[in-house]
């Protein structure tokens, strides 16, 4: 099947579509920051340039894209024109992710990742519950990692 819209418009469409200070990043950076907690955003010299690193908790927090890192929600589906394209890059999206999180825990990192379908679409969270459920996870010590998604 083709696509619906010309090659230059789709071009042009994606060329939009942000990687840093996505809405669902802003809205977890403006909710921690009301409840106090304070934070460094990409830092280069992290694996993976982390969406929102909290230094004095050892955490770091990706806002990751349902579409652009294939999670297994609504949100996502494997698009119909230029399969194999979409398959090699979301597939190397996944692999670069999870060996980014492995480097970070080895460094002694804790790793929390939120999922854009738990702040969009039609199974999100509260959006409070979200930032609450991270605030709760960065001042728990004993709790290594987080994922937090939208309700199935």
């Known amino acids: 099947m083709s696509d619906i819209v010309s090659s230059e418009k789709r071009s042009r469409m994606m060329s939009n579509i942000r990687a840093k200070d996505t809405k669902p990043e802003l809205i977890l950076r403006?909710?921690?920051?009301?409840?106090?907690?304070?934070?460094?955003?990409?830092?280069?010299?992290?694996?993976?340039?982390?969406?929102?690193?909290?230094?004095?908790?050892?955490?770091?927090?990706?806002a990751n894209g349902c579409f652009w890192?294939?999670?297994?929600?609504?949100?996502?589906?494997?698009?119909?024109?230029?399969?194999?394209?979409?398959?090699?890059?979301?597939?190397?999206?996944?692999?670069?992710?999870?060996?980014?999180?492995?480097?970070?825990?080895?460094?002694g990192w804790r790793v929390g990742l939120v999922w854009e379908c738990s702040l969009k679409g039609k199974h999100r969270l509260d959006s409070e519950e979200v930032i609450e459920l991270c605030a709760?996870?960065?001042?728990?010590?004993?709790?290594l990692s987080i994922e937090i998604g939208g309700q199935c």
């Open 30 to 62: 403006k909710g921690l920051y009301r409840l106090g907690f304070r934070y460094r955003i990409h830092d280069k010299k992290l694996p993976g340039k982390p969406d929102i690193v909290f230094p004095r908790y050892k955490a770091v927090i990706f």
């Open 69 to 107: 890192h294939g999670h297994s929600c609504h949100l996502f589906k494997w698009p119909s024109s230029n399969e194999e394209f979409w398959h090699k890059k979301i597939n190397r999206n996944k692999e670069v992710d999870k060996a980014n999180i492995e480097q970070l825990k080895k460094m």
């Open 136 to 143: 709760q996870w960065l001042q728990t010590t004993d709790m």
